[in-house]
């Protein structure tokens, strides 16, 4: 812990006398996960308390036993007692031993507890002194014991640049990610949400402001080309196979580009609403989700439609290819559905979240994942689509999900962090780093086969990290 004494001078006055009216106010819903801070006019913690009391009626009641016990021993007793007084002293010490076994139980119950706090001892400490506390703490537990959680303060703070530096200073390997300082890459005008990863660090970000653009990094260098236009409204998905990119927007079209040379190719026609989604199957079939509530396979030889998948009551906001030759599609009426790519057939319907099914991924092991406008990430068994895990970190809509080729698990979210996670050997994933950087919702995330994790955001800022 840390003690604060609030005779010092560089503790403001206002302070002093804010601090003494703490213990009035009412239990706020403040948790300190990794501190336990003290404030030197004596604030104590509601598990403190809870200690101090649980000693003091195992005193009293000790000492009413040892009372109890040398009153009898001063009174002749015979063995036929009558006396109404002498019964009720002997009922007394036989209760007095049950309530001393239940007070040590509750003892040891009160310091094994948590230690929660009735209000929050730092909210009127001034910014500076916090940033203080983050940064004399250990890295390791600024980001597994969950800091930025204890509040929207300590969750603005944790974001300043000092803190960051000190996080980008250690040795990310010790947390299971190499995470270096993310590449900041701007040009676009607008929201991104469509992003897609290609080949040799390249990669393609549609926005808001109609436009496509291509980028590749090498090391801390980034190179931007001319953006694509073509679209007439906001792109929401992007898809790459070999020399082709594939496009689609809210202008209800999916178009088709020549990576090369940044030619249009074909514009793909039939979807009554916005393009949501984009996936190059390995089947020769390029599939599009559409807020229509449709999937549309497109033969990526020619463009010809061949078939329409449909079962979804509103539109679709996510598609993934899984493996046994599967698709997976999420859409607004809050269910995940199951089709099979050779005859379109659904197989399954998963139910579960109570939201908006905004994004969809799939494992390397063939784990589907699956993230919400009800702020959870659910995990999903491949051979029977049984439910696994579910992941309940961010604080707001769950709009992006990647994995990488080592197993983690990269969760981006309206609440302007990024959550990576790892599974354990018991199976189960646990949070395992969280970054911070972005100054508005998450809306794309993408791994690139070396690792490198590309995440965009509704601020049309890009960041490699």
Not at 8 to 20: I, N
Not at 68 to 84: G, Y
Not at 87 to 107: F, G, H, M, N, P
Not at 159 to 174: F, K, N
């Amino acid at each position: 812990g840390l003690a604060i004494n609030l005779t010092d001078p560089h503790v403001p006055a206002m302070a002093r006398r804010k601090s003494r009216r703490l213990s009035q106010q009412s239990p706020g819903p403040y948790e300190l996960p990794a501190l336990a801070l003290w404030a030197g006019n004596g604030l104590e913690t509601q598990a403190q308390r809870r200690v101090t009391q649980a000693k003091d009626c195992l005193t009293r009641l000790c000492n009413e036993r040892r009372n109890t016990m040398a009153k009898l021993k001063t009174m002749d007793v015979p063995e036929q007692c009558t006396d109404s007084r002498l019964l009720l002293l002997y009922k007394r010490l036989d209760s007095l031993v049950d309530e001393i076994t239940s007070a040590r139980l509750a003892l040891e119950t009160a310091i094994n507890a948590p230690v929660p706090c009735d209000v929050d001892p730092t909210e009127w400490l001034p910014d500076e002194l916090i940033i203080e506390i983050l940064l004399s703490l250990p890295c390791e537990t600024l980001w597994q014991k969950h800091c930025p959680r204890v509040c929207r303060r300590w969750y603005r703070l944790f974001g300043v640049p000092s803190v960051q530096r000190r996080l980008r200073s250690t040795r990310w390997e010790a947390y299971g990610l190499n995470v270096a300082r993310p590449t900041v890459l701007q040009g676009h005008e607008g929201a991104i949400r469509a992003l897609a990863v290609g080949p040799s660090g390249v990669f393609y970000t549609g926005s808001a402001d109609y436009t496509i653009r291509e980028w590749s990094t090498c090391g801390s260098s980034s190179t931007c080309k001319d953006p694509l236009r073509g679209h007439t409204d906001a792109l929401f998905a992007l898809a790459v196979s070999s020399d082709r990119i594939y496009s689609g927007a809210d202008d209800t079209h999916v178009k088709v580009w020549r990576a090369s040379s940044g030619e249009l190719i074909q514009t793909l026609t039939g979807h009554n609403a916005g393009i949501s989604s984009l996936i190059v199957g390995r089947d020769g079939h390029v599939y599009s989700g559409s807020f229509d509530g449709t999937v549309k396979v497109w033969s990526e030889k020619d463009g010809t439609l061949v078939r329409t998948l449909e079962g979804h009551t509103q539109g679709i906001s996510a598609i993934a290819l899984g493996k046994r030759n599967v698709l997976m599609s999420g859409s607004v009426d809050s269910t995940v559905r199951i089709w099979s790519c050779e005859t379109g057939e659904e197989l399954h319907t998963l139910y579960g979240h109570t939201n908006v099914v905004f994004s969809v991924a799939v494992g390397c092991d063939g784990t589907l994942f699956t993230g919400s406008a009800d702020c959870t990430v659910r995990v999903w068994r491949h051979d029977d689509w049984a439910p696994l895990q579910v992941l309940d970190t961010h604080k707001d809509f769950i709009y992006a999900l990647a994995v990488s080729k080592d197993g983690t698990l990269f969760t981006g979210s309206a609440d302007q962090a990024i959550h990576a996670w790892r599974r354990g050997k018991d199976g189960h994933f646990k949070l395992n780093v969280v970054l911070t950087g972005h100054n508005s919702e998450v809306l794309g995330l993408a791994v690139d086969d070396a690792g490198t994790l590309v995440s965009t955001s509704a601020d049309g800022l890009i960041r490699v990290w």
